[in-house]
């Protein structure tokens, strides 16, 4: 009872801060708002939507459940999922967050995947897309493209650590009794992609407008979501909350050869990435290698305003949130880990003179790669809020349609 009662004053206590804290910073709340109404409209609904409808069809007519039959020899040895988390972990690298969780929790209501499994799969499914990685990091806030090609290592790295680690959560709570293992073939596939779509019955104008209906609404969660957190992250700084947090980092950043100046950005990375990202990038006195190292947690941590989408994803289902925090602390060091032992062997061996080595062809590749996702970023963020707009008006008129039918 007693944990109960401090649980509700510390909750009452916090919101009670956050609004006399929007009353008295009225301007920098309003700045802070815009800011994550852009990114949400320029960015993230015109790369998302496009993916969630996708996987929403993909779903409906069976393909991801073909996709699982064949993927199952893999991704059962390696992560203990089914074969359809092969499906969710590439959309969710392709997409970035927090599909991988949308995904997963739709599997779940599928009942392809079962509590634990989908607690596993979440944890690792979950991560920046290239286009983040390549066009808004490494050029928008550091113009260094081939610094994108040790950020994408070092996360993708830990992610598949993540996911190999996971494989060992939750084993007491499984069902210990084997199924028989047989050897599936195409035909097995072909036959569970023609079971779903016939269960799922819909014709295909009633699955495409729950398809876009069901991403929107998931979208303009997420928008709701950045827009808090871009003011909450601004006025925690002008609370001086974030320099009282970041004076504890200082030592620690100092026992490891790091300039203490680089505590800011990471506690303002701890609540959002792109903002923790741009004021790692501003640092002059911490060399690029600690700043990628930095900027290497703050990513694959995914900050509060990440974390608090994929909890009220989760919600809709019997899916527990704490698995998929505790991961996200061991992407964050791991991916810290990696970017700092790729250092020297990638980036000073074929990248510090700022031109890809020939030696290499593989690293020619993913730099020119890097500058197309830098140039699609850009494009992005031009023609972005024309997609979103219409895609609103597309809502609406949906929503409209529904409800006159419903009358």
Known sequence: MLKSRMKTVILAASVTLLAASLIAFPQQSFDASIRGLNMWWEIVFPSLLPFFIVSEMLIGFGVVRFIGVLLEPLMRPLFRVPGVGGFVWAMGMASGFPAGAKLTARMRQEGQLTKIEAERLVSFTNSSNPLFIFGAVSVGFFYNVQLGVILALAHYLGNISVGLIMRFYGRNEENTTKEKERNLTIRDAFAAL??????????????????????????????????????????????????????????????????????LPFISGLFEITLGSQMTSQIQEATLMHQAVITSFILAFSGFSVQAQVASILAQTDIRFQPFFFARIIHGVFAAFYAFILWKPVY???????????????????????????????????VGPLITIGSLLLYVWLLGNRILKEK
Do not use: C, W
């Open 348 to 382: 000073v061996r074929f990248f510090e003179d700022g031109q890809p080595s020939n030696a290499l062809p593989v690293m020619e590749y993913l730099t020119s790669e890097g500058s197309r996702l830098a140039e699609a970023h850009n494009m992005l963020t031009t």
């Open 194 to 263: 023609h079971r779903t779509r016939l269960k799922d019955n819909r014709p295909i104008g009633k699955l495409l407008g729950d398809a876009v209906m069901s991403s929107i609404q998931t979208l303009l969660m997420i928008g709701g979501f950045i827009i808090l957190f871009s003011v909450i992250n601004k006025l925690l700084f002008h609370l001086h909350i974030t320099a009282f947090l970041a004076e504890f980092l200082e030592i620690l950043l100092m026992m490891l050869g790091m300039t203490d100046m680089l505590s």
